[in-house]
T-cell receptor
Framework: GAVVSQHPSWVICKSGTSVKIECRSL??????MFWYRQFPKQSLMLMAT?????????EQGVEKDKFLINHASLTLSTLTVTSAHPEDSSFYIC?????????????FGPGTRLLVL | AQSVTQLDSQVPVFEEAPVELRCNYS??????LFWYVQYPNQGLQLLLK??????LVKGINGFEAEFNKSQTSFHLRKPSVHISDTAEYFC???????????FGAGTRLTVKP
């Protein structure tokens, strides 16, 4: 149980285009989802926290107009990188936290590698 | 806010040897503690977690960790490692009833034949 999927697993795009990444909790309802960014050989940096049906809370220094997050249902959150530039190239990982017995633990997706040319 | 320090960025070890990956945390309130493993180009997989109760926690793949409140530590151990344990290991802490999870910088475990 507690499986989280991400799609796509990798994407290459041209500078200036927008890219949407989906994060789904497959076997539980995720009341809260998190989006992280990871640079090579570094730890995870929390970008934003989203609760189903409400606006995401962004960490300091993360541009909310550039990284649009939508948590439309209890099983789906999307991250859209708008007008992507080469410096946005990174490994993006989502995680999901449920309710009840799954409230304390974040379950992570497999990640999406973004390369902006 | 809480924080996590992983004392070793890299730990090389020979196959079948024991290993300990160190993690210390800082928090003014009670916390939950986690160890995650990340294989190349993959997301994070939960190894084990401490929420309450027994301070010795057993996880998957033969790993265990001990919560030591007085030393604010949560070190990860395995008595005999395999080549397949080569990966990046992250210690994480979150405050009880709070979304805010903080990760350590990671420890790269390399198991040599």
């Amino acid at each position: 149980g507690a499986v989280v999927s991400q799609h796509p697993s990798w994407v290459i795009c041209k500078s200036g285009t927008s890219v949407k990444i989906e994060c789904r909790s497959l076997d539980f309802q995720a009341t809260t989802m998190f989006w992280y960014r990871q640079f090579p050989k570094q730890s995870l940096m929390l970008m934003a926290t989203s609760n189903e049906g409400s606006k995401a809370t962004y960490e300091q220094g993360v541009e909310k107009d550039k990284f649009l997050i939508n948590h439309a249902s209890l099983t789906l959150s999307t991250l859209t990188v708008t007008s992507a530039h080469p410096e946005d190239s990174s490994f993006y990982i989502c995680s999901a936290r449920g309710s009840g017995g799954r409230q304390e633990t974040q379950y992570f997706g497999p990640g999406t590698r973004l390369l902006v040319l | 806010a809480q924080s996590v320090t992983q004392l070793d960025s890299q730990v090389p070890v020979f196959e079948e040897a024991p290993v300990e990956l160190r993690c210390n945390y800082s928090s003014s309130v009670s916390v939950y503690l986690f160890w995650y493993v990340q294989y190349p180009n993959q997301g994070l997989q939960l190894l084990l977690k401490y929420l309450s109760g027994s301070t010795l926690v057993k996880g998957i793949n033969g790993f265990e960790a001990e919560f030591n409140k007085s030393q604010t530590s949560f070190h990860l151990r395995k008595p005999s490692v395999h080549i397949s344990d080569t990966a990046e290991y992250f210690c994480a802490v979150s405050r009880i009833n709070n979304n805010d999870m903080r990760f350590g910088a990671g420890t790269r475990l390399t198991v040599k034949p």
